[in-house]
């Protein structure tokens, strides 16, 4: 059901920080990821899950990747991302890091999903592959069948460059900065590590691209920045 509903708002479109009633059977956007997300729980199960308040009103409720990634600790079951992209209806999250927004997505149990994806590509379907993940989640009082034939989510083909603890560093990481302050955003020096500066500058990028603001450089960001990842 989850699967079936999202497939009906393709092409939608898509505004960060957006607010979905998640009681409003007939809304049709904008969306967000987290409030696509949690208006096709609601909607399918009657349950608030991924909001800043789980006993909330679900016509204001405000749906987050942060409160998905809170919810899936406290309330729900975590699983791999390969067993949810075997699971239509699991959901499959990266958890947002400081100042951005994390992506969340539905899967449809056959290496699928279906997704509020960002301003560039409103919602759409897409795959699991190649893409970088923290882990699936099952929402309590769903239930979940998996498929029989097992599909296996291919990881991404090249370093995801991101915010870590050690920070990334080296000439690729320089690369990223030299494109981003080209580009008219400022990464702080131009020293080869990603730190909080150049985090800020990817998030600040992806926005004025319409991408899925993350703060994380994958194929799609450094495609828009003209950098070949290694």
Same mark, same amino acid.
């Given at each position: 059901?989850? %699967? ?6 393709? =092409?939608?479109?898509?505004?960060? #920080? ?8 007939? &809304?049709?956007?904008? &969306?967000? +990821?987290?409030?696509? @997300? ?12 991924? +909001? ?10 405000? @749906? ?16 791999? %991302? ?9 959901? %499959?999250?990266? !958890?947002?890091?400081?100042? @951005?927004?994390?992506?969340? !997505? ?13 301003? =560039? ?7 699991? *592959? ?20 097992? %599909?296996? !989510? ?25 494109? /981003? ?6 990464? #702080? ?24 603001? *993350? ?9 828009? /920045?003209?950098? !070949?990842?290694?």
């Amino acid at each position: 059901k989850l %699967v079936s509903l999202g497939s009906k708002h393709l =092409k939608e479109k898509y505004i960060l #920080g957006a607010s979905a009633p998640k009681d409003n059977a007939s &809304w049709t956007g904008p &969306w967000d +990821c987290a409030e696509f @997300a949690s208006w096709l729980v609601y909607q399918t199960a009657g349950i608030l899950y991924g +909001c800043s308040n789980p006993k909330g009103n679900p016509a204001n409720a405000d @749906a987050y990747t942060g409160f998905w990634a809170r919810d899936a600790k406290k309330l729900g079951t975590v699983i791999t %991302v390969a067993e949810a992209a075997n699971i239509p209806g699991a959901a %499959v999250l990266r !958890v947002p890091k400081q100042g @951005a927004i994390g992506h969340i !997505v539905i899967s449809d149990g056959s290496g699928g999903t279906v997704e509020a994806h960002s301003t =560039k590509r409103g919602v759409i379907t897409s795959t699991l *592959d190649d893409r970088r993940w923290d882990y699936g989640i099952l929402v309590p009082g769903i239930t979940y069948t998996p498929k029989r034939a097992q %599909v296996e !989510v291919q990881p991404p083909k090249s370093t995801i460059y991101r915010l870590l603890t050690p920070p990334m560093e080296g000439a690729m990481v320089k690369s990223i900065q030299t494109a /981003l302050k080209a580009a008219g955003f400022h990464p #702080g020096k131009l020293d080869g590590v990603f730190g909080l500066k150049t985090h800020a500058a990817v998030v600040a990028f992806q926005l004025s691209k319409g991408l899925i603001a *993350d703060g994380e450089v994958g194929p799609l960001t450094a495609k828009e /920045l003209r950098v !070949v990842l290694t």
